[in-house]
């Protein structure tokens, strides 16, 4: 295949019939179609913010009416959490308000940016303060806490916003928080610093009232680094560093990914994009989403549901004549990745000093640790640090000859740049503990899973990390479908669930492009059965591959019986 032609992706999306209505704006006009859209038209969302300040706030959750709590308020980055004690089996029987507590998760909109150390201390005080002593690392590389009242939320924006971060837009129909390589700038084997380019775009439009109806989320990546580092193929938009023979250094565009319960790895346009063109393409391909995008139905509305409708030509001809007035040039596809996307262990800056990334257990941190984290970090001689999209933690800027004290300090917060293969690749979601939608535990399951494989497999050598992503419900948060086991939470009968995705993964060293795993038919796992399951087809993996054939690789060709 030519470099130029865009690459055609596998997909379980399917768009609606021909003839039915979609909701798109630039073909059927504005008229809301569902009560989501109705709520958006009445006025911006993002207005919530002056009620939380002079009402909510001081008249506590009960004036809060439903279309601000449950809908507008995600425009702030808040969500109500689960109420503790309701059943699993309720979750898809009770309606958000039975299912809701009076408490909130709060996400924090990082945009990938590397962090100094008056943020990550207000980050970490804000959590030691507000939040139960709770802050996650999410696979978006954002910040979330949970236990936040109403009646803080003031507070808690007013010190985020004395070292310039947000909540806005960090959820809802809205630019969500864009993913960006998390060595931008300093990596030594960098194609092109996108720091300028994302900072660029989310001045120019977070928070612009052009893109705050959108018809559902729109999830943006941008990286320059040879490692592919910010999972580009299931974001709506992404920008991936490559180098024109003409041009120079620039972005491959690539659009229409996301997974969910139907997963759609995205595709490339053959653009090539240049540093100064990209705040206005990406506003380009936002535009087409809001214009174009479909709002009757909710599972419906998102970019890679008008991508299997219209393609990748037809995408790129509107955008290039309805939306940009001009052409793009073409542009190389990026090359095969090169070094590990997770950044984790003591990596070489351009400037002769380390970053060193370490792996927090499926992203669970706390406000204490981060407040830790501040410390070891300034003690090393650096004044940064920058999440990962796989739930890491990275320390920028150390000294050589501190690496060894710094590692070894954040070993006693529980954090390591050396961790075993599952704790290194082990991702999981929110899960039953907090979040409305799940129906099974996740984070707790997942260390316990990864403490008792490390004890039943020390006795092995695996040639790489195996993935293991692990998710409450079908929606996919922590990326089943692209993980080596990727594990749905269900309700399976009477019981609790795990249907089993085997051999999926994104473009890295050990593959050359994106796919999908393959589900194993009728095998359902409980929770007391996962860490026995693991240890079987990894076990399995080990005795029946073939040369270096990865689990993966293995996984897609093996009989059934042999995953199971």
Same mark, same amino acid.
């Given at each position: ?271 090539? @994009?240049?540093?100064? /063109?990209?705040?206005? %393409?990406?506003?380009? =391909?936002? $535009? ?7 709002? *009757? ?97 990275? @320390?920028?800027?150390? /000294?050589?000859?501190? %690496?060894?004290?710094? =590692?070894? $300090? ?7 740049? *050396? ?146």
């Amino acid at each position: 295949m030519n470099q130029h032609t865009p690459t055609p992706a596998p997909s379980r999306v399917r768009p609606p019939r021909q003839g039915q209505s979609k909701g798109q704006w630039a073909v059927e006009g504005k008229t809301p179609l569902n009560h989501n859209e109705e709520f958006k038209a009445e006025h911006n969302p993002l207005e919530v913010r002056q009620r939380i300040i002079d009402v909510y706030s001081k008249q506590g959750i009960e004036s809060v009416p439903d279309d601000d709590l449950h809908g507008r308020f995600r425009w702030l980055g808040i969500y109500t959490q689960r109420k503790p004690g309701i059943d699993a089996r309720s979750t898809s029987k009770l309606d958000a308000g039975e299912l809701s507590d009076k408490y909130f998760m709060m996400r924090v909109r990082i945009d990938g940016q590397q962090l100094n150390l008056d943020q990550v201390r207000v980050l970490g005080g804000i959590g030691v303060d507000f939040a139960r002593d709770t802050a996650d690392v999410s696979d978006r590389q954002n910040v979330q806490y949970h236990w936040i009242a109403i009646e803080d939320v003031p507070e808690i924006w007013r010190r985020l916003e004395s070292v310039g971060l947000s909540t806005t837009e960090a959820c809802g129909d809205t630019p969500r928080g864009f993913l960006a390589s998390p060595v931008a700038g300093i990596a030594a084997d960098e194609i092109i610093d996108p720091t300028p380019t994302a900072k660029a775009i989310a001045e120019r439009w977070i928070g612009d009232p052009q893109f705050t109806n959108l018809p559902r989320k729109f999830k943006t990546a941008i990286t320059g680094h040879p490692s592919l580092d910010v999972v580009h193929e299931i974001n709506d938009i992404s920008f991936v560093g490559v180098e024109h023979p003409e041009l120079g250094a620039g972005y491959d565009l690539w659009v229409g990914g996301g997974l969910s319960a139907s997963p759609r790895l995205a595709e490339r346009l053959g653009v090539f @994009v240049s540093p100064d /063109d990209a705040v206005e %393409v990406w506003a380009a =391909v936002c $535009g087409i989403f809001r214009d174009y995008g479909y709002r *009757k139905l909710r599972t419906k509305a998102r970019l890679k549901f008008l991508l299997a409708e219209w393609g990748a030509e037809k995408f790129r001809q509107v955008l290039q004549d309805e939306y940009l007035h001009r052409e793009l040039p073409d542009g190389p596809a990026p090359a095969k990745a090169v070094g590990d996307a997770d950044h984790v262990g003591v990596g070489e800056q351009k400037d002769g000093r380390n970053y060193v990334g370490f792996a927090p257990t499926v992203g669970r941190l706390s406000g204490t640790i981060l407040n830790g984290v501040a410390d070891l970090a300034e003690a090393a001689g650096s004044g940064r640090i920058s999440f990962t999209p796989h739930q890491k933690l990275l @320390v920028l800027d150390v /000294d050589p000859d501190k %690496v060894d004290d710094l =590692v070894a $300090g954040m070993e006693e917060l529980g954090l390591t740049a *050396k961790p075993s293969p599952f704790r290194r690749a082990t991702m999981a979601c929110t899960g039953i503990e907090y979040c409305k939608l799940a129906f099974v535990e996740t984070k707790g399951l997942a260390a316990q899973t990864i403490g008792e494989l490390e004890q039943r497999l020390d006795d092995v050598e695996l040639p790489r990390p195996i993935s293991l992503n692990i998710n409450g419900c079908p929606n996919s948060c922590a990326r089943i479908q692209i993980a080596d086991i990727g594990l749905k939470g269900q309700l399976a009968g009477d019981e609790f669930a795990f249907q089993v995705h085997l051999g999926g993964g994104l473009a890295s060293q050990e593959r050359d492009e994106a796919g999908l795993g393959r589900t194993v038919r009728g095998l359902k796992i409980t929770a007391a059965e996962l860490p026995d399951y693991v240890e079987r087809v990894t076990r399995s993996y080990l005795s029946n591959h073939e040369g270096d054939e990865t689990f993966a690789e293995w996984a897609h060709r093996a009989e059934e019986d042999a995953l199971k």
